[in-house]
């Protein structure tokens, strides 16, 4: 179909009585936001697709920063999600609403995030998966970290070395145990996104949650508080 676009709904808010502004993750357009005309009412098809975790696809126009919604169908049923992984779901949507950029091509990360949504119905380790894309989405956003060598001397990371984390620049090693220090051994397992052990999996989202403050703020996201209720 000409000019249809992969897209999954990000967030939605109310517009106007009947309508809808929407935030999609497009494929080959980043985070847009369109006009869903007619979304909000009662006999609306689109009432039922513009829900989160829906594949869909979508055509749209204009130029300005709010587009117009032409169509939009669903190209499966909903990735089922439940509990834990539905939350973890969640998570990943407030991750993406704040930090992508509008209307910047990401089709790596498109599939990423896909790819994650798929392995979260399939029950895998939620927070695994949540460090895995988070990782990824900091390659997508050019935030590069070399986990293999010592941004210092160039020498190669030594497992059982310590080495602090210096924002956008990389590790370095040092005597120094604080909450940015890292065993060598964690800065491998994330360069190698192996989180096999409780170990590195606490490392790595101590490591995503620096790398990514700037980009997030300092607002509480509303998914981290669904899992505290569990």
């Known amino acids: 179909m000409e000019n249809w676009q992969r897209a999954f709904v990000l967030h939605t808010r109310t517009q106007t009585e009947s309508s809808l502004l929407v935030d999609l993750f497009i494929e080959n357009g980043g985070k847009i936001t369109v006009l869903a005309k007619g979304a909000r009412r009662k006999n609306s098809s689109l009432k039922g697709l513009l829900q989160p975790f829906t594949p869909l696809i979508v055509q749209y126009s204009g130029k300005s920063n709010i587009k117009i919604l032409r169509q939009v169908e669903a190209m499966s049923l909903s990735i ?6 539905l939350y973890s779901a969640f998570y990943l ?10 209307d910047t091509e990401m089709p790596t990360l498109f599939d990423n995030y896909l790819k994650s949504l798929q392995q979260l ?13 988070e990782l990824s989405l900091l390659e997508n956003m050019g935030y590069y970290v070399d986990f293999f060598h010592c941004s210092a001397t160039g020498d190669n990371i030594v497992e059982s070395m ?11 090693g040092s005597l120094l145990r604080n909450s940015t220090s890292f065993t060598g051994e964690q800065v491998l397992a994330l360069g190698n996104r192996d989180f096999s052990t409780p170990d590195t999996l606490k490392a790595a989202k101590r490591f995503t949650r620096m790398a990514l403050k700037p980009y997030v703020g300092s607002k509480p ?4 508080e669904l899992f505290l209720k569990i």
Not at 221 to 224: G, I
Request: charge should be positive; avoid cysteine.
């Open 80 to 85: 089922p999600l439940v509990s834990v992984s």
């Open 93 to 102: 949507n407030e991750l993406l609403h704040r930090v992508l950029i509008a």
């Open 121 to 133: 119905a399939q029950q895998a380790p939620a927070e695994n998966v949540l460090r895995t894309f």
């Open 162 to 172: 310590y080495y602090q984390y210096q924002s956008e620049k990389g590790f370095i």
């Open 221 to 224: 996201f509303k998914s981290r």
